[in-house]
């Protein structure tokens, strides 16, 4: 791809996930240059500008001499270089960085047009620093994280390189690309900004998007399974409250649905309401989906916006707080209580499923001679597990806050935090989404030899279990199965 004017999440995915190359367009390097200009400019006046020749933090007050100023962006980024933990893994570094080099190139940061080319020729080189995942507080952006990338470039700290973990000058070498060191400003504008929630953002709502259409179509089959009226998916109920998301997931269940021999089966039955679980998805799906397009919204403006400090304009540098990371965790954490809704509902469903007092299929879908055989009766514990896990973790982190750097920085975000316990729910759910799916394949079977609608139909067959058995077997294998095409898209695409 090519740095231009705007990124988007698919660019994102293409250079974090797939190695996609990068490259700065010839409008990039002229912002980027005519910055640096202004930067120099403002140096040889002497006046004393924050983060370019005065200290940092509580030290803004101290004048940096004209000797110490490289030094003084060295220094910066080796003490900021204090993150703790597991690591972050290679996509969320990789997508940090392409982050970062984009914010970089807008031209109102002062580096140098070699500072940004450093950060692309890592990637485009695939040496990904090793940047630990806790430390930052989300306000005067990332600073640990993005300190440990900054590191990498000056060929210091750890990377990783071919699967192996080793010092970061090796494999710079191994590529036959040279350090950087530092000038006026860079230091600090490589570290000021909040890329690390961003990319962990980014790449969980492009997550939780792929889940929620898995989530629509899975749905679709427990209510098929479990005789589910398709009244409450009405056009008409839905113009009545009439939220976009609400009147989509409503289409898309009929659309699923349409042409089911199992509801045709059962349209003259005495049942009267059906449960919430089944009932109420386009409310509560939909409200999941109104959120996922607010968070996207949110998070494709801060990719494509300058969050460091000092800003460099033509007549001057102006300090602000643009590195402050309230809106994306704020966004991070209203995902994650959507995201753990989509789960807990889907929860319910499965225990419908398995449940013999509701469902009106073989107890716990267990087939040969029943007591004998347990079917799916565990897999639902798993799902109250997982979603239980996520009432937990969905509690919101941007309502804490924490003072740092001498009271200088008393207020925070915790947004880093937000983000990366929001890929927790993502990935929880996903599991509890493609437990549901196991379950709701092999419930449509129980009704043959009567079909789902024909849409659904090849749905059902591609999580179907390759091998069924009139015993009891492990399904762990064709769990991690269905999990994948979830987590791929595969369920989605299957459909187009």
């Known amino acids: 791809m090519v740095i231009k ?28 240059k005519r910055s640096r200009k202004n930067v120099e400019k403002f140096l040889s006046t002497g006046k004393a500008i924050y983060g370019i020749n005065t200290g940092f933090g509580a030290l803004a007050n101290v004048k940096i001499s004209k000797e110490d100023i490289n030094d003084l962006q060295t220094n910066l980024v080796r ?59 989300g306000a005067s952006g990332d600073l640990a994280p993005l300190a440990h990338v900054a590191l990498s470039m000056m060929g210091e700290g750890e990377v990783f390189y071919n699967h192996q973990r080793m010092n970061a000058i090796e494999a710079l070498e191994k590529e036959g690309l040279k350090p950087l060191k530092y000038e006026a400003k860079e230091g600090l504008a490589l570290t000021n900004g909040t890329q690390a929630i961003t990319s962990l953002l980014s790449l969980a709502l492009y997550d939780a998007k792929t889940l929620f259409e898995s989530s629509l179509i899975i749905a679709s089959m427990s209510v098929d399974a479990l005789k589910g009226s398709t009244t409450p998916f009405d056009p008409r109920i839905h113009e009545l409250r009439p939220y976009n998301g609400q009147r989509y997931v409503a289409e898309k269940i009929m659309e699923y649905l349409d042409g089911s021999e199992i509801r045709k089966s059962h349209l003259n039955c005495s049942k009267v309401q059906d449960a919430y679980s089944l009932r109420a998805i386009p409310q509560v799906l939909g409200a999941v989906k109104d959120t996922i397009d607010y968070v996207e919204n949110i998070t494709i403006t801060e990719m494509n916006s300058v969050t460091d400090n000092p800003l460099i304009f033509e007549n001057g540098a102006l300090s602000g707080g643009n590195f402050h990371g309230e809106p994306v965790a704020l966004a991070a954490d209203f995902l994650a209580i959507a995201i753990s809704e989509l789960a807990n509902i889907s929860e319910r469903r499965i225990d419908r499923l398995v449940n013999p007092l509701v469902s009106g299929l073989p107890p716990f879908l267990a087939r040969g001679k029943a007591g004998l055989n347990s079917g799916m009766m565990l897999w639902q514990y798993t799902a109250a597990s997982l979603v ?101 898209g595969r369920m989605i695409k299957r459909g187009k």
């Open 79 to 137: 003490s900021h270089s204090a993150g703790v933990g597991t690591p972050f893994d290679e996509e969320t570094v990789r997508a940090m960085m392409l982050l970062r080099a984009f914010s970089l190139s807008k031209g109102f940061s002062g580096v140098r047009i070699n500072v940004v080319q450093g950060i692309l020729d890592m990637l485009n080189h695939r040496i990904t620093p090793m940047v630990p995942s806790q430390g930052s507080v």
């Open 388 to 488: 239980s896990e996520n009432k937990v973790l969905a509690h919101p982190a941007s309502v804490d806050s924490i003072p740092t750097s001498a009271y200088q920085e008393d207020h925070v975000s915790m947004g880093t935090f937000a983000a990366r316990k929001l890929r927790m729910i993502v990935e929880n759910s996903m599991r509890v989404v493609a437990i549901e799916g196991m379950l709701a394949s092999r419930a449509i079977r129980f009704h043959a030899p009567l079909k789902t609608g024909k849409k659904l139909e090849k749905y059902v067959e591609l999580l179907k279990e390759n091998t069924p058995s009139e015993r009891d077997s492990y399904l762990g294998k064709h769990f991690e199965e269905v999990l994948e095409k979830i987590r791929t």
């Open 5 to 32: 004017d705007k990124l988007t999440i698919e660019d994102l995915i293409n250079v974090s996930r797939n190695y996609e190359k990068v490259e700065l367009s010839e409008e990039a390097v002229k912002r980027i």
